[in-house]
């Protein structure tokens, strides 16, 4: 069974940092999309970032370009979510997922096909 593991969350105040991880299990890091998404309490779930496996290229939604940065470590099969001056409107629960069969919108949640149990963020003013 493949599982993934996400890990990271907590209370940051406003201006702060943390980094998610996710730990991919029962498969291995061959051609995929690891996407990160969110849910605000009230609201849909958005897509923040992605990256293939394949050749590393990433995909960032606008309101955290130039404050996140996703990276992977194919040998640990372990994707993370570096997020750097956070705002309020960052808090949510955080999911990571595996597109199996990368297609071309990896921050569209349809695509993915396995997906983690999520990690709260909260984000304090």
């Known amino acids: 069974d493949v599982q993934l593991q996400a890990s990271g969350g907590g209370l940051v105040q406003t201006g702060g940092s943390l980094r998610l991880s996710c730990v991919a299990s029962?498969?291995?890091?061959?051609?995929?999309?690891i996407g990160w998404f969110r849910q605000a309490p009230g609201k849909e779930r958005e897509g923040v970032s992605s990256?293939?496996?394949?050749?590393?290229?990433?995909e960032y939604a606008d309101s955290v370009k130039g404050r996140f940065t996703i990276s992977s470590d194919n040998a640990k099969n372990t994707v993370y979510l570096q997020m750097n001056n956070l705002k309020p409107e960052d808090t949510a629960v955080y999911y990571c997922?595996?597109?199996?069969?990368?297609?071309?919108?990896?921050?569209?949640?349809?695509?993915?096909?396995?997906w983690g149990q999520g990690t709260l963020v909260t984000v304090s003013s």
């Open positions: 029962g498969i291995t890091f061959d051609d995929v999309i």
């Open positions: 990256i293939s496996s394949d050749d590393g290229s990433t």
């Open positions: 997922a595996l597109d199996y069969w990368p297609g071309s919108a990896p921050l569209e949640e349809y695509q993915y096909d396995y």
